[in-house]
């Protein structure tokens, strides 16, 4: 049933135009949200308001147009045996609309309006954009001139505003500029005396270079955990235990980027944990992996630069900190001409692996990542939304078993979010 516009019902799949008078009442009956209204109420709200009771000719008024909706809305049950719009036996006659406010378009916007307000910002994506798409004409035009449609008219009008807002927000916080800026421009376009909204077009543009927050969140409550994935700096993650990737032979010489690129994880952990100090990070490495078997140990022949010592993909090496522990996990194998590869079947292995550490050795504690498996790794051609939802099908499944992580964190880099499908990814999460 469409309010938005003319009024129409569907009838056999095809939206049928109501009588002007006729979608007035509808509308006055639908706006008493399941309350009954009596005969004299209908006739002084939509023919004539006056004092006193309404004459026959004016009950009469009522009647047809109830009879019309009845055969319209209820043509299985006729009359007053219709169990939609109902008759309330009193002093006075009374009718009662009973429908399911989703079956009404202005009802279902407004429902998912309110349930975009806690919303993470990809769900709200969604669920705004539905709204929005059932706003296609003005609301309860055929009752506007009436006074007691003034009031809901200026609530739904609101609320569309309030949502338009909200929906730039939330393109702003997903990090999808070029969206934000294309539909915060049409906005404008309509409404150019809009002050405020021209205000959060250019708070928007001095943003653009600031690193959004969270991107998408789930609160599980069986198992209880929480999986947020966001953008930002995984090193700033101060209150968690970190996932860092290496291949097989945990090679970390970052000079001249021949071996390790200097701006990838691995680089940074050297960096910034260990202020550039190979030589401590290589001795840590040696200790966490003192007890791990190893595969193969190549010549210096074969392999001309790196470490020579090959561990089985899936090794965790636990790098202990004084807040935190560090979490390096061999998911790739380094070639001897120094190309890392790894599959898919690899990479799921190493999450199990990653999953038994923690529980081992993170003591509940939240756990950051990066999204493994998205740079020089040579994975299989798969986007970074199937990545992402590699790591949480299996973290969701592992927390299931047992609980060992209160929240994962997925950090992207500001850059990735533009290359990644979030509301996919959303979905996705809300389907787990």
């Not at 955990?225 to 993650?237: E, S």
């Amino acid at each position: 049933m469409r309010l938005f516009g003319r009024t129409t019902i569907e009838l056999d799949g095809v939206a049928t135009p109501l009588p002007p008078t006729t979608a007035t009442v509808l509308i006055r009956l639908l706006l008493a949200a399941g309350e009954p209204l009596t005969v004299d109420e209908l006739f002084r709200d939509v023919w004539a308001p006056r004092s006193g009771p309404v004459d026959r000719p004016g009950k009469i008024f009522v009647q047809k147009r109830i009879l019309e909706l009845r055969k319209l809305l209820d043509p299985l049950r006729p009359g007053e045996r219709s169990e939609i719009l109902r008759t309330e036996r009193g002093r006075t006659s009374a009718y009662r609309l009973v429908i399911d406010p989703d079956q009404v378009d202005v009802f279902r916007f407004r429902r998912l309006v309110h349930g975009s307000h806690h919303a993470d910002p990809a769900t709200a994506i969604d669920t705004l954009t539905d709204a929005l798409a059932l706003w296609s004409g003005r609301p309860l035009f055929d009752a506007e001139s009436f006074p007691f449609a003034r009031r809901t008219i200026e609530q739904l009008r609101e609320a569309r505003e309030a949502a338009e807002r909200a929906l730039l927000h939330a393109y702003r916080d997903v990090g999808m500029w070029d969206r934000a800026f294309e539909f915060g421009q049409g906005l404008l376009a309509e409404r150019p005396d809009d002050a405020a909204l021209a205000e959060l077009m250019d708070r928007i543009r001095r943003e653009a270079q600031a690193l959004p927050r969270n991107v998408v969140q789930r609160v599980f409550t069986s198992p209880r955990t929480t999986v947020r994935i966001l953008t930002g700096d995984l090193f700033g993650q101060e209150d968690a235990h970190l996932v860092v990737g290496f291949s097989d032979t945990f090679d970390t010489s970052t000079t001249g980027d021949i071996v390790i690129n200097s701006d990838s994880v691995q680089g940074q952990l050297l960096r910034r944990e260990y202020g550039g100090d190979r030589a401590w990070l290589d001795r840590e490495l040696r200790r966490a992996l003192a007890d791990a078997p190893k595969v193969d140990t190549e010549t210096r022949a074969a392999k001309r630069r790196g470490k020579l010592i090959r561990y089985p993909v899936g090794t965790v090496a636990v790098l202990r900190q004084p807040r935190r522990r560090i979490f390096g996990v061999a998911y790739s194998r380094m070639g001897n001409d120094l190309v890392a590869e790894s599959s898919l079947a690899e990479l799921r292995v190493s999450l199990d692996r990653v999953w038994d550490a923690a529980e081992r050795h993170g003591q509940l504690g939240v756990l950051a990542m990066p999204l493994i498996g998205s740079g020089l790794s040579r994975l299989p051609p798969v986007g970074r939304e199937e990545l992402i939802k590699i790591i949480l099908r299996s973290y969701v499944d592992r927390s299931r078993q047992r609980l060992f992580c209160p929240e994962l964190r997925i950090v992207l880099r500001p850059a990735d979010v533009s290359q990644v499908d979030i509301l996919d990814v959303a979905a996705f999460l809300r389907q787990l």
